[in-house]
Structure formats: structure tokens, C-alpha cells
């Protein structure tokens, strides 16, 4: 942040203008610029698939208040980074365009050094979770080489009879034991017992691991569309409301971009009323302590969606129609259309979100192997990265195929002489496809079943039903 900074504020490393027209950057500006960017990302890296991970794990599992307590943690974390985002769409922005690029990442630079020096005085107090193993990555290589090298051997009809050590093993050593679920069955013979072999197999605890993260993966790629759609919020929205009429009074101009405020509005309006009233509402009808499972909320954010979309798609229609009734062609003419009829598709993202986001969030980080909570962070924030490289790659493509002869472009630098209402449709049919692979997906997938130790040679077992809902989503 601080080359970021210094990248927009020095002389010399920013184009040279006269009389508002700049000339262009030279290769050493755009370097340092790249570099401030690709550096950002870079610490983004390590610190977005761990500080979650961080954070939950200062909950003890073993004490049931505080367990009960860990439910809501993710609302209240997503919480709070909305609340930074509601600042920089609102406060930002504007200082951005109105006081300088440099005042406008300065101050973020200077709050992310106080965030810094807080993190760093909570170091006495933080819990640290022990690592019981030493490369919890090894079984994701092991069970499938294993079961390879076993394809030939026959897989026991009782499934107790695969290899597993004794319960006491995993009371004295503190780890979990992952019960056996039948998905992904070739990756059983990884367990089955041979004598003839030197090597003893992996347990059904390794390659329910295995499993695990494939029954992940499965979830993650149906996750990547619905992340596109989220990208529209800072791409073609805005560019979409700097056509419409912004003005607020007489004087005032609504930044095209601060509309994304209200996707986090209402966002911080609906965890709240999630959590305190949602949640324990479903948890007396349901008896689940989340209220709903993982995936039906899931599949609730990805409905909420693909309404919001459809919305966007039917006001693009009314904005085309309006652009014929007064012939407006030119691509700095203002459509006779006010820009809060945008709002509806904003507010219903934010509301998607508290579902989709956060379950998403928590979801990779609550089935994930154990040791292996930050790699379940790291599909979230991996599945928004590539659902905006899959965004760029979307507009790139359909504006190439659909901008040729006379046929107007989807997406052209004109929106007042395209047909983003086409794109809108296109980005609906396939949201709705997607909402029936994550159905399909939801209902083959098994949620995480291990037993713990509590108190003194107890164990308890962690289970979640395996039966399948109506809508396909496991309760």
C-alpha cells in the first residue's frame, strides 16, 4: 500500500498532463504500479486464507459455550470486513475523485498500519491450534497413489473390515477420527488390508480426508458462476449507472461506483437479522444448531441470486426501451432513467451474500481436514479470484463473437448502443444451470462425521444426517 501510495503521488512516477489531457505512462510508471498491485496480492495471499482460519480456531471446540459461540463467527467476521468495505465505497470514493488518488490510498495505508500494531499487541493472548501432524498436504498424495497401487486387490463388503487404528490410538495422540462415508469408493482400496504388502495401507481417517477435500472441490466448482455474478457489482453495474441519470438535487452527482454501498448495507442490515433472529428460529424448528445446513443455506443465497440477476436483466430492458422511445445514441448522452433503479439488484446481492458468502466461508473451513482449515479458506478466496478471471473472460469473448458485420456488440464501449440486456439474459440462463448442478452436487456430497475426545478417555461423536431434503440439499 505504501508503493501503492507513493506510486500516485510522486511526480515521477505518474504521466505528465496539460490542460486535463495526460501523455502516456512510460514502462518504468506502469512497472512500479504493477508491482504495487502484484505486492498487494501477494500479502492478500497470506493473510485472507489464514486470518479467518486464525480467528476460528480461538474458539475451543471441546468447551460447549464457546462452540456455540463459533457458530456465529463467520456472520460477525464478514461482518466487520463489510463494515471496511462500506467506508471505501462510500468515504473513499468520493476522496478519490475529489481530493486525489494520493490522499485516497493514503488513508487505507496509514489504517492498515494500525490494524498492524493491534494484531501484533494481541500476540500474548491468542490460542495457537498444535499441528498433529507434520504435513497434513501428504495423505491428498498418498491415499490416491495408495489406492492406484491396490486397483487390482477386491474392497471388503463391510467397511469396517478396512484398515483403521483403535480408538484409544487417536485419544492418546489428540487427533480426530473421520468415520467412513460411501463416496468416492476407489479411493477405498487405499485401506484395504493386504499381507502380501511390506507397506501397512492408509487408514479410513486418511482417506476420508481425501475425500473430504474432493467433495469440496465438487462444491467449489459449481461456486465459480455465482462468483461471476458478484463481479458484476464492481464491472458492469457501475458502468451500467454511469449511463443513468446520478443526480441527487441540484448540484450533487452519485458516484456510479458508490451505488456498490448498498450491496453492503444491506449486508450489515441482514446479519444482524440472521443471526439474532433467522438462526434461532430454524434451530427450534430444525434442531440444527445452525438453524439450516451448510449447503441449504448455500443453495438459499445462490436462489437469491439468480432473482437478483433476473431483476438486472428485466431493468436493462426497461433502459433499452427508454433508449429507443428518445433515441439516444451517443455514448455520453444520459439516459432519461434515474440510477436508483439499480438499487433492487444491488440490495438483493448483499442479501445473497449473507447467505452465500459467509455459508461459503464457513463451509470450506467446518470440512475441512484437520490441519487443513487454511486450505478451506483458500478455495473461498480462490473461487472469488477466478469468478472475476472468469468475468474478464466472459466480456472478452462475448464481445468478440457478438461485435461483427452489422450486428451490434453485448458489451461495447457504447452501452447506450449494445445489448447488455442479451449479456444479462446469458449471465441468467447459465446461473440457473449452475443452481441445478449445485443441487445435484449438494445431494451426492457427505458432510464430515468424526469422533473427538471430551473429558478423560471419552469420546463423543460429530455427525451431521445423511438423508436427502426434497430440494436435494442433506439436513
Not at 486525489?100 to 500494531?117: D, E, I, N
Not at 466480456?395 to 458485420?405: C, E, I, N, S
Request: a positive charge.
Amino acid at each position: 500500500m505504501i508503493m501503492l501510495t507513493t506510486a500516485v503521488s510522486l511526480k515521477s512516477l505518474k504521466p505528465t498532463c496539460t490542460n486535463g489531457i495526460c501523455n502516456k505512462a512510460s514502462t518504468s510508471q506502469v512497472a512500479f504500479f504493477y508491482i504495487s498491485l502484484y505486492t498487494i496480492a501477494l500479502g492478500a495471499g497470506g493473510t485472507k486464507p489464514n486470518i479467518s482460519t486464525f480467528g476460528a480456531d480461538q474458539f475451543d471446540d471441546f468447551n460447549p459455550h464457546e462452540k456455540e459461540l463459533k457458530v456465529s463467527f463467520f456472520n460477525w467476521w464478514m461482518f466487520s470486513s463489510f463494515l471496511g468495505a462500506l467506508f471505501a465505497t462510500l468515504g473513499l470514493v468520493y476522496i478519490q475523485e475529489n481530493l486525489g488518488w494520493g490522499l485516497g490510498y493514503g488513508v487505507p495505508t496509514v489504517g492498515l498500519l494500525v490494524s498492524l500494531v493491534v494484531f501484533y499487541l494481541g500476540t500474548p493472548i491468542y490460542r495457537h491450534k498444535v499441528r498433529k501432524t507434520k504435513s497434513p498436504a501428504r495423505d491428498l498424495i498418498q491415499v490416491p497413489v495408495t489406492a492406484f497401487k491396490n486397483r487390482k486387490l477386491q474392497l471388503p463388503q463391510n467397511p469396517c473390515q478396512l484398515h483403521e487404528h483403535e480408538p484409544q490410538y487417536y485419544i492418546n495422540s489428540g487427533k480426530r477420527q473421520v468415520h467412513y462415508t460411501p463416496i468416492f469408493r476407489f479411493l477405498d482400496k487405499a485401506a484395504v488390508k493386504d499381507g502380501n504388502s511390506g507397506r501397512p495401507p492408509c487408514t479410513v481417517t486418511q482417506v476420508e480426508g481425501t475425500k473430504l477435500v474432493l467433495g469440496m472441490m465438487l462444491i467449489w466448482l459449481v461456486t465459480l458462476v455465482p462468483s461471476t455474478i458478484w463481479a458484476q457489482i464492481n464491472t458492469l453495474f457501475v458502468k451500467q449507472g454511469t449511463t443513468l441519470d446520478r443526480s441527487l438535487g441540484s448540484s450533487f452527482q452519485i458516484p456510479a461506483a458508490s451505488l456498490g454501498s448498498f450491496v453492503t448495507l444491506s449486508m450489515l442490515i441482514s446479519v444482524p437479522m440472521y443471526d439474532r433472529y433467522f438462526v434461532p428460529f430454524m434451530r427450534r424448528k430444525t434442531g440444527n444448531p445452525r438453524g439450516i445446513t451448510l449447503l441449504q443455506r448455500l443453495g438459499i443465497g445462490f436462489v437469491i441470486q439468480v432473482i437478483a440477476i433476473a431483476i438486472a436483466y428485466a431493468v436493462e430492458v426497461r433502459r433499452m426501451h427508454v433508449i429507443r422511445v428518445h433515441q439516444i445514441t451517443g455514448p455520453k448522452q444520459i439516459v432519461p432513467m434515474n440510477i436508483f433503479w439499480l438499487l433492487p439488484q444491488y440490495v438483493l446481492l448483499g442479501i445473497a451474500d449473507v447467505f452465500n458468502a459467509i455459508g461459503l466461508l464457513e463451509f470450506f473451513y467446518d470440512q475441512s481436514p484437520e490441519d487443513m482449515q487454511s486450505l478451506g479458506t483458500t478455495f473461498f478466496t480462490s473461487g472469488i479470484g477466478i469468478g472475476n478471471f472468469l468475468n474478464s473472460f466472459l466480456v472478452t469473448m462475448v464481445d468478440k463473437l457478438t461485435d461483427r458485420g452489422e450486428h451490434k456488440s453485448w458489451i461495447g464501449h457504447n452501452l447506450n448502443d449494445s445489448h447488455l440486456d442479451y449479456y444479462y439474459g446469458f449471465l441468467l440462463v447459465i446461473s440457473t444451470l449452475n443452481l441445478g448442478a449445485f443441487i445435484w452436487a449438494s445431494s451426492k456430497y457427505v458432510y464430515k462425521r468424526e469422533t473427538k475426545e471430551v473429558n478423560e478417555g471419552c469420546i463423543e461423536m460429530e455427525s451431521k444426517a445423511l438423508e436427502i431434503s426434497p430440494l436435494g440439499l442433506q439436513v
